[in-house]
């Protein structure tokens, strides 16, 4: 009896276990290390071939958040050979100041990529300032020309999250062809960029934001969800939102109660989706891992310069 007793409560414990679905976390970290080990392999060829990959950046003031931010993307050239100017002017620089700067960084032959560290004190044009970057230099994929080109599937340098979002796709083989995806945000350095690559992609593309209506119900309807809003006092993407195996890409990161977080409620979304990105950890680690892609990509480009 008691033999049969413990062989029931065996597969009982067994069949509660199984009935739980757990989805599978996209781990930007690996992801983003696979880029970096293709970028390196670039970098060390160019340099064979007398080109110095170099990327300048600019970071106005003294904005904490944006100086870690930096500092992050210098660190990361460091490690795959990505050679780095940094040129920090003070906050009261004035737009004819900011022009003349990216003017003399168009000019210098020596470097490949400009990134222009964003937001910008409210006396700053972003977009006089951005569109000011040479095209083939633009590194973050926000001129207009950049934007134009992708808008037709033309384009070579594009905005560094939303290709890390194609490239966390790719690595884990998810095919978009014909699949429904919702996208939660309409920002320029999001959710339009994305919406032209997963249009490239054959996917069937939604965009959603703050006048969206009746949202739960769109959401329930996608195969992919991609969230970027980034407030949880405004928002969370629930379980109750997205159907079974749904796929969930959370690019927000924000604090809450003292720890940083998503817009996805990921311990029980995962019980419900495929794949979730997790934050930090997902999204994040690929947006820099792009910017290096990116900057050997304008280093190539650059070969042809002036012949």
Do not use: W
Request: net charge positive; hydrophobic share 40%.
């Amino acid at each position: 009896m008691t033999h049969v007793l413990r062989f029931r409560l065996r597969i009982k414990y067994q069949h509660q276990d199984t009935s739980i679905l757990t989805g599978k976390k996209i781990d930007g970290l690996e992801v983003a290390k696979s880029v970096k080990e293709r970028v390196k392999k670039a970098v060390d060829e160019l340099k064979k071939q007398g080109v110095e990959p170099c990327l300048a950046t600019i970071l106005v003031g003294d904005n904490q958040a944006s100086a870690t931010y930096v500092k992050n993307k210098h660190k990361a050239c460091a490690e795959v050979g990505i050679l780095t100017k940094d040129h920090k002017p003070s906050a009261s620089i004035s737009q004819y100041e900011m022009n003349d700067l990216i003017d003399s960084l168009n000019n210098d032959r020596a470097v490949h990529g400009i990134l222009v560290q964003l937001p910008l004190p409210e006396h700053l044009d972003e977009f006089t300032t951005t569109s000011r970057i040479f095209p083939i230099k633009d590194v973050d994929g926000l001129t207009p020309h950049n934007v134009g080109l992708l808008s037709i599937g033309k384009a070579v340098l594009k905005a560094c999250t939303p290709s890390g979002i194609m490239e966390m796709f790719d690595y884990y083989d998810i095919d978009l062809s014909g699949k429904n995806v919702v996208i939660i945000n309409r920002s320029n350095l999001i959710g339009k960029p994305l919406y032209h690559m997963l249009l490239e992609k054959n996917a069937t593309v939604i965009t959603c934001h703050s006048k969206t209506k009746n949202l739960k119900e769109i959401c329930q309807i996608a195969d992919i969800v991609i969230s970027a809003v980034g407030d949880r006092s405004k928002f969370v993407l629930t379980p109750e939102m997205i159907k079974k195996d749904a796929i969930v890409i959370d690019v927000a990161i924000s604090h809450h109660d003292g720890k940083l977080v998503g817009d996805a409620d990921y311990e029980k979304i995962i019980e419900k989706a495929s794949y979730v990105t997790p934050v930090p950890g997902g999204v994040g680690p690929m947006t820099v891992a792009m910017l290096l892609k990116n900057t050997i990509t304008a280093a190539s480009l650059s070969k042809g310069l002036g012949h």
